[in-house]
C-alpha cells in the first residue's frame, strides 16, 4: 500500500481511485493548487490515507499526498483581489529524502469552506498508528489482557506461547484479533510485539530446533521482522496458524486502517460535482481533450435513459448535452 507512504504527480487515473478500505471523508471545489498549478480550478478530496487534488478541467494533471509523509499542516487567511479574503492550506511533506511544499487556496472568496477536515483527519491517522505498523514493547498491555482499539474483536486468546526472539525464549500469551496478533510474556508484560495484518508479509509452519514453529514475517516497509512461536501440542499450532490465514484474508478484503472522523460543524454544502470515473477511463500520454474534461467537471447525477447509439451500434446511456457518445469513444487510444 503506497496511498498513505508517498507524494505522487501526475497519477494514472486508476492510482486516484480509492483503493479496499480507503474512503473519502470530505471534498471541496473551486480550490487552486496555486504553487504547482496556479489559476487552474481543481478539487480538494480528503481521504483516510491521503489527500488528492485534481485538476477539473484535466484530471490528469493531480497530486496524492499520503499522511504519513506530511510533516506540518497549517492554515491561514489571505488577501485575495478587490480586498476580499480566503483561507490557504500549506502542507509541508517530506519523501525520499526530498522535502515539498504545497499551497492550496480556496478561490470561493464569497462563501468558502475551512479546512478543518484536512487538519482533523491527519491528526487521527497520526494518533492510529496501531493498526497499521508493528509495535515493539508497547503500551496496549494492561493487568496482563490486551487492551483493544476501537473495531477491533478478539478472536482468541492462547496460553503458554514462547516467543523464541531469544535463545532460552520467553512463554506468554498470544492474542489474534481481526485487526492484528499480539504477543505478551508473562513475567513482564511489557515485553511485547503487536503486528497488524497490513504489515504482516506471511505466517507459515517451520521447523527449527525448538520442533514446529510458527514463523511470522513482516513486510519490508515494517522492516521484515522474522518472529517465531512455539506453540504446544502440535494440533493448537495448526489450529492457530489456519486461523491467522483466515483472519488474514478477511482483512486483506476489507482493511482497517483505523482512521475515523467526526465533522464537528457542517459547513455550506457545496454543489455535487462526480469525482472522476477512475474505474472506466485509462490514463494516456496525450492530451485529455477539452470534452473529457467538461465530462468530468458536469454534475452527472440525473439519470439518463439508454438509447441506441448509430456511431456504436449499441445502446448506451444518453450522454450528457453538448457531448456525443463518438467524440467519447475517440478518446479511447486504438478508437480514433
Known amino acids: 500500500m503506497w496511498q498513505d507512504h508517498e507524494v505522487r504527480f501526475d497519477v494514472s487515473l486508476m492510482d486516484l481511485q480509492i483503493r479496499d478500505g480507503e474512503s473519502l471523508i470530505d471534498k471541496l471545489d473551486m480550490i487552486e493548487d496555486t504553487k504547482g498549478n496556479a489559476g487552474d480550478q481543481g478539487r480538494l478530496m480528503v481521504t483516510n490515507l491521503r489527500i488528492i487534488w485534481h485538476s477539473l478541467m484535466l484530471p490528469r494533471i493531480n497530486l496524492s499526498i499520503g499522511y504519513d509523509t506530511i510533516v506540518n499542516v497549517s492554515t491561514?487567511?489571505?488577501?485575495?483581489?478587490?480586498?476580499?479574503?480566503?483561507?490557504?492550506?500549506?502542507?509541508?511533506?517530506?519523501?525520499?529524502?526530498c522535502k515539498y511544499e504545497f499551497i492550496f487556496t480556496n478561490l470561493n472568496t464569497k462563501n468558502f469552506r475551512h479546512y478543518t477536515s484536512v487538519t482533523g483527519v491527519f491528526r487521527a491517522y497520526m494518533s492510529t498508528k496501531a493498526y497499521r505498523e508493528i509495535k515493539l514493547r508497547g503500551a496496549f498491555v494492561q493487568n496482563k489482557a490486551l487492551i483493544t482499539l476501537p473495531s477491533e474483536i478478539i478472536s482468541s486468546t492462547t496460553l503458554g506461547v514462547w516467543n523464541l526472539s531469544t535463545e532460552q525464549g520467553n512463554v506468554g500469551t498470544f492474542v489474534i484479533t481481526n485487526i492484528r496478533i499480539v504477543w505478551f510474556a508473562d513475567m513482564n508484560p511489557q515485553f511485547n510485539v503487536s503486528l497488524p495484518y497490513l504489515a504482516m508479509e506471511n505466517a507459515s509452519i517451520k521447523s527449527s530446533k525448538f520442533g514446529p514453529t510458527l514463523v511470522i514475517i513482516s513486510t519490508k516497509s515494517s522492516n521484515g521482522y522474522v518472529l517465531g512461536f512455539r506453540?504446544?501440542?502440535?494440533?493448537?499450532?495448526?489450529?492457530?496458524?489456519?486461523?491467522?490465514?483466515?483472519?488474514?484474508?478477511?482483512?486483506?478484503?476489507n482493511p482497517i486502517y483505523g482512521v475515523d472522523y467526526t465533522f464537528e460543524y457542517?459547513?455550506?454544502?457545496?454543489?455535487?460535482?462526480?469525482?472522476?470515473?477512475?474505474?472506466?477511463?485509462?490514463?494516456?500520454?496525450?492530451?485529455?481533450?477539452?470534452?473529457?474534461?467538461?465530462?468530468?467537471?458536469e454534475d452527472g447525477l440525473k439519470q439518463r435513459q439508454p438509447q441506441v447509439d448509430s456511431y456504436l451500434g449499441l445502446a448506451a446511456e444518453e450522454p450528457r448535452p453538448g457531448i456525443s457518445l463518438q467524440s467519447l469513444w475517440e478518446l479511447i487510444p486504438g478508437n480514433t
Open 231 to 253: 506453540v504446544d501440542p502440535i494440533q493448537k499450532l495448526h489450529i492457530l496458524h489456519k486461523e491467522i490465514q483466515t483472519l488474514k484474508a478477511a482483512y486483506d478484503k
Open 76 to 97: 491561514k487567511m489571505i488577501s485575495v483581489i478587490q480586498g476580499t479574503t480566503t483561507q490557504a492550506l500549506h502542507i509541508l511533506t517530506s519523501f525520499k529524502n
Open 266 to 297: 457542517q459547513g455550506v454544502i457545496e454543489p455535487e460535482v462526480n469525482e472522476p470515473r477512475t474505474n472506466e477511463i485509462q490514463d494516456t500520454t496525450d492530451e485529455i481533450s477539452n470534452v473529457f474534461g467538461l465530462y468530468f467537471a
